[in-house]
């Protein structure tokens, strides 16, 4: 009985603490629990220029907790870009948080993080993306400041893209970038905790960019979303990734997002 109770309340912990900080089109500082596996589902939606071919990505992930410190995802790319639905690529991310401040209903991490990725598909932009369109790396920092149900969360990274074939001429367009974030969270339900298995609703806005090094061109993206976390295992992501502005030649200029998570919590020893 005592066991139960302790996990009950550790449930309403974790519930509580990472509800507001599990942002859509970024990663926070924070990891999900230490010996835990998530899997997750990311469909992406877009239009592709003046034809309004719609384009479609599905990257599979599984994700996990290695400590307490230490996060690792395997993800696959998957599109009908190239006029067949087929799988492209994938790639491997990790993220080690070396700072932790945490008070009562409030707590501030920072991190480091990094991404590996392979793919074989033709490109149509300059926009550098390693998740799911460049073969290439990335690396960066990312802060988090969770206060009460209200997170903030910034990033800025180095991304370099390996051509993934005949896509682009390496002698006239950059293939490096400095990406930048920022990410605002709220948690809008429940008003009041009474039970673990209370859906919570968070708000989502984040705006997201992106400058190539060499031409100087980039861009700015907003991101509104609204997120529903079931019984502290299962997420639903909904979101809308909008160009606020762009000097940029990208595939979508705009594009819906749906994720779907559910998390197995100690199960590796």
Do not use: W
């Not at 149900?149 to 490096?176: D, G, R």
């Not at 609204?226 to 639903?236: G, H, L, Y």
């Amino acid at each position: 009985m005592k066991r139960f109770f302790l996990a009950i309340c550790c449930s309403l912990m974790l519930q509580f603490i990472f509800a507001q900080e599990l942002f859509v089109f970024t990663e926070p500082a924070s990891n999900m629990p230490s010996k835990s596996v998530g899997v997750r589902l990311m469909n992406m939606f877009g239009s592709e220029g003046s034809n309004n071919k719609l384009n479609y990505h599905l990257m599979p992930e599984i994700m996990v907790g290695v400590n307490s410190k230490l996060m690792l995802h395997l993800q696959g790319f998957l599109s009908n870009v190239n006029n067949s639905f087929v799988a492209e690529g994938g790639s491997v991310y990790a993220k080690y948080r070396f700072i932790s401040n945490d008070e009562v209903h409030q707590h501030f991490r920072m991190a480091a993080f990094g991404r590996a990725s392979y793919n074989n598909a033709l490109l149509h932009q300059e926009e550098i993306e390693t998740m799911g369109h460049n073969s290439g790396f990335e690396g960066g920092l990312v802060a988090t400041q969770l206060l009460h149900k209200v997170a903030l969360s910034s990033s800025i990274s180095y991304e370099s893209a390996i051509f993934n074939n005949v896509a682009h001429n390496p002698v006239t367009q950059p293939n490096n970038a400095i990406n930048y974030t920022f990410s605002f969270g709220k948690l809008m339900l429940p008003k009041e905790y009474t039970s673990y298995n209370q859906t919570n609703v968070n708000f989502m806005l984040e705006l997201l960019g992106q400058k190539l090094i060499g031409s100087g061109k980039s861009y700015l993206d907003i991101a509104p979303s609204i997120q529903f976390i079931i019984n502290s295992v299962a997420r639903i992501d909904v979101g809308y990734r909008k160009q606020i502005f762009s000097s940029i030649e990208r595939t979508s200029e705009n594009v819906f997002v749906l994720k779907l998570e559910y998390n197995f919590f100690n199960v590796l020893h």
